[in-house]
């Protein structure tokens, strides 16, 4: 599945991190691959990140983790992973002393040298270093716990024999209730939440009593360390008055003074090249996501065009009211504000985009220009940087929690008229005017308070749940996610379009064509694609949140396709057209569809999973008898899996964004009467297993994959032969528990432990 250059930079990456605890520098992994410039480094990382071979962390400049290494690498290679256990306690009696120190996981805590101490060392698997001290120093105390962040010690000898229990969390020992009695050199197993302390000394000699230590389960927590500034990879363009949009790792700059036109994209690291803007502006708005931004107003003030971009080019949006520049804007790409700025004069109007037009709405109560760039949310913002006039540049930082402002960190360089994107906790501040004439190319991060080392998840028993009931029964053409969830065309009324915001339905506008049995594809109710249905048709419609369009037809018109991936990027597999089954597949990618290798079966009624065009996995109905077939997409040719633990069904339905993460659910029995079953089937990229039961279950018919995830489920209106049409909905969501490494043993006591 990967190119030689991708399996030669992931192999390069794990080396890197296994040496050095961090992952290279894009310079580094590009003169690695002898590479003339890191733009192909980029691609490559997206590449590898889409298979799954990659993940980027959170909140950390410069941070790749190797989730996976080709089949054909040894297990052992992977950096830091982690596979939970229980740690026996007890020490082996032939080669221990009376000056035992408690030694667990990764932490050595107490001893005797010979004088009894407190000292703890904390291990990190290739040196010790100095940690919290214990408050009563003794040696022959025995601890408990699966990781050096969460740690209990229990009894000991001062040298006196002594009850007291400790814990550790890290960076500090807390004194917690004692042993009912003083006991030294017990045996221990299990860990910092529940553990065994058996047998041992006590003032009047050997006992066989147990003692169990139990701690009520603490969630996930945050470091609440300081913010902090730092600077990243540099702008390819010096400039000041340009705008910004988008999060820490996937940030958008554009536009202007300094190069009115050009659009920059950060990954985490380094900026590259993007698409050029249409209209030359500064001093202009910017807001929503990489991939999904809109740039508005600016210098001159008389621009009232908008700009959304896709994450490769821009496109005309609709017109301003009020063309300005100094505007300042927040929001998505469907639903965003600006205010503020000069027409020349300075302006209070606030203008509202809902994807296609603007309206005006409330104004501000000081008209002004934007001379200092902002981040964040309504209730979590930033304020960053600015001037008080005459060409100052301030350094100051101010953070808003909805209602009060306070002081911040310092920006490590003084700064105005720069762009912004991110939250109050995972910012940027990048580019800007330092010195009147100067501008700055540097980009400034700051990261947060919520700070985990490592995260990991427990895989514990996942579950369905009643959802809200659709308007109109029957099962549809349906995409989105589970809380942002569309219907579009049941089986009772084929125009009829309905929308679930995670509890209840409301209708939307109908649908521009009648057609039942189709397919749908989309990332959200308000990004839908809907094609294809009975009588047989190749009609294609996109809907944007507000209004439908009519978009390139397929090239082979069909019923009962399942449909996969997003409104830009999709697939169309399967179907029937008169007089058989077909394996026809087509690809969308926004305007026209394309033909791709076909299905190695012929099939309609397919449950299907995936991200789009390069990565899609459809399963079961083999010409629409009923199969526990299941085959891959990798983008260039088709490959079997191993078949479904449900067996031979009949009209099941499917999620997942990815081929690594997918879900069918449902179907029947072949034959007739059809017999509704509720099995869950969860692929993960290389096995199958077994989810939790559906309440109902039954046909879940035609549509297919929504961009859920294998932890967070939904399932559509169904048939069966008992209620018929039905509007019930069930919602999928697992017993997954992600938390910190300061907590690694908490929750992973029944269950299997990942690092994601």
Known sequence: MLTKKQKNLLIFINKKIRSSGISPSYEEMKNSLNLKSKSGIHRLISALEERGFVKRLAHKARALEVVKLPENASANDIFNTFTPSVIKGGLDKEKTKSTDVSILGSIAAGGSTPTVVSCTEEYNGTAFSTGGALNIARQNGKGAGACQFNYVSAGGSTPTIVSCTELYDGTTFIIQNALPVGVNNQGVGGNAVNSIFAGGNTPSGNQTTNYEWTRAYVPPFSCNLPQAWSTSGTLITARCDLAGAGTQNAALGFGGNGCKTCTEEYNGTSWSPGGALINSRRAHAGFGTQNAALAAG???????????????????????????????????????????????????????????????????????????????????????????????????????????????????????????????????????????????????????????????????????????????????????????????????????????????????????????????????????????????????????????????????????????????????????????????????????????????????????????????????????????????????????????????????QGNGATTNAAMFFGGSLPGSPYAPQTGTDIWNGSAWSTGGAMIQGGDMGYGGGSGATTSAGIAGPRYDTVRGYTSCVEEFNTGDCVFSNLHCETRCLDATCTQI
């Open 298 to 652: 600016g210098e001159p003030s008389t621009l009232t065009a908008t700009e959304e971009y896709n994450g490769s080019t821009w496109a005309t949006g609709g017109n301003m009211i009020a063309g300005r520049d100094g505007v300042v804007g927040a929001g998505t790409q469907n639903a965003g504000v600006v205010y503020g700025g000069s027409e020349p004069s300075l302006s209070n109007k606030t203008e509202e985009y809902d994807g296609s037009s603007w309206s005006a709405s409330g104004t501000l109560i000081t008209a002004r220009l934007q001379i200092s760039k902002g981040f964040g949310t309504q209730n979590a913002a930033v304020a960053a940087g600015g001037s008080t006039g005459s060409e100052t540049c301030l350094a100051c930082v101010e953070n808003y929690d909805g209602s009060t402002w306070s002081a911040g960190p310092n920006l490590p360089q003084k700064v105005r008229t720069a762009g912004a994107a991110g939250t109050s906790n995972a910012g940027l501040v990048f580019g800007g005017a330092i010195a009147h004439p100067a501008v700055t190319d540097i980009t400034q991060e700051i990261t947060g308070t919520e700070v985990n080392l490592a995260t990991y998840k427990c895989n514990l028993p996942s579950a369905w749940s009643t959802g809200g009931a659709t308007i109109v029964a029957g099962y549809s053409n349906r995409a989105g996610i589970q809380n942002s969830y569309s219907s579009v065309g049941p089986y009772n009324d084929t125009e009829a379009h309905e929308n679930y915001n995670g509890t209840s339905w409301s209708t939307a506008t109908d649908r521009t064509y009648s057609a039942r049995s189709g397919a749908g594809a989309g990332a959200n109710a308000d990004s839908v694609l809907t094609f294809a249905g009975f009588p047989t048709c190749a009609n294609t419609l996109e809907w944007n949140g507000s209004s439908w369009a009519t978009c390139g037809a397929l090239n082979v018109g069909r019923v009962y396709p399942t449909g996969v991936g997003t409104q830009n990027d999709a697939g169309a597999v399967g179907g029937y057209a008169a007089p058989a089954y077909i394996a026809c597949h087509e690809n969308y990618g926004g305007a026209t569809w394309s033909t791709a290798t076909a299905l190695p079966i012929t099939a309609g009624l397919l449950s299907s999973a995936g991200s789009g065009a390069d990565d899609q996995i459809v399963g079961n109905n083999n010409g629409g008898t009923g199969s526990d077939n299941a085959y891959l997409w990798n983008g260039s040719s088709w490959s079997a899996l191993t078949n479904q633990p449900s067996g031979n069904l009949y009209a099941r």
